[in-house]
């Protein structure tokens, strides 16, 4: 079954603390983006990937890094800089010239 | 500054009505727009998409409008059914560049 995972479902993480949110994708898709997610707000912008070992910052790039070594997977590192991590984190995939994005299922950020 | 935005938080309808979700947007150079409907805790998944070419698209019970002047589309769904209750965001895109842009989402109920 071809999709986009997202792993954990639930992430606490410490004061201080760098913590990583893993998204695989087995739909031969070459570009792939984070979203952030909080209450009363729509999705905003990390940062996305259009093809492998190239990334670009969207528009709350501020405190997250990513990475891009292989097609299918897109890990979002969140450190200890961004001082308000409690999130939905989503990540999604798509072909480059075709609109629609495939969503995974998310990850909650929870600051213990 | 949100170049998308959907002023309606929520929406309640009786079963076997029409909804109607609306969205507006700043920038002229969007030219595709999707809607997205989301559950609770899960990603959103991709519903009826439209070119900035058409005004109109159909998919079923779902039709989406697009009115380039005003810079304003909607969603219709007819007739409504409890199972769309869920938060619907409208997202668009630009030919610059592979960035989407999301409403913040309205908060569809429908009342059986």
């Known amino acids: 079954d071809g999709g986009i995972t997202q792993s954990p479902k639930y992430l606490f993480r410490k004061e201080g603390q760098n913590v990583t949110l893993s998204c695989e994708q087995n739909l031969n898709h070459d570009a792939m983006y984070w979203y952030r997610q909080d209450p009363g707000q729509g999705l905003r912008l990390i940062y996305y990937s259009q093809i492998v070992n190239d990334f670009q910052k969207g528009d709350i790039a501020e405190g997250y890094s990513v990475s891009r070594e292989k097609k299918e997977s897109f890990p979002l590192t969140v450190t200890s800089a961004q001082k308000n991590p409690t999130a939905f984190y989503l990540c999604?995939?798509?072909?480059?010239?075709?609109?629609?994005?495939?969503f995974g299922p998310g990850t909650r950020l929870l600051v213990l | 500054d949100q170049q998308v935005k959907q002023n309606s938080p929520s929406l309640s309808v009786q079963e076997g009505r029409i909804s109607i979700l609306n969205c507006d947007y700043t920038n002229s150079m969007f030219d595709y727009f999707l809607w997205y409907k989301k559950y609770p805790a899960e990603g959103p998944t991709f519903l009826i998409s439209i070119s900035s070419i058409k005004d109109k698209n159909e998919d079923g019970r779902f039709t989406v409008f697009l009115n380039k002047s005003a810079k304003h589309l909607s969603l219709h769904i007819v007739p409504s059914q409890p199972g769309d209750s869920a938060v619907y965001f409208c997202?668009?895109?630009?030919?610059?560049?592979?960035?989407?842009?999301f409403g913040t989402g309205t908060s569809l109920t429908v009342i059986p």
């Open positions: 997202a668009a895109s630009g030919t610059t560049g592979n960035q989407f842009y």
């Open positions: 999604a995939s798509s072909i480059p010239g075709v609109e629609t994005q495939y």
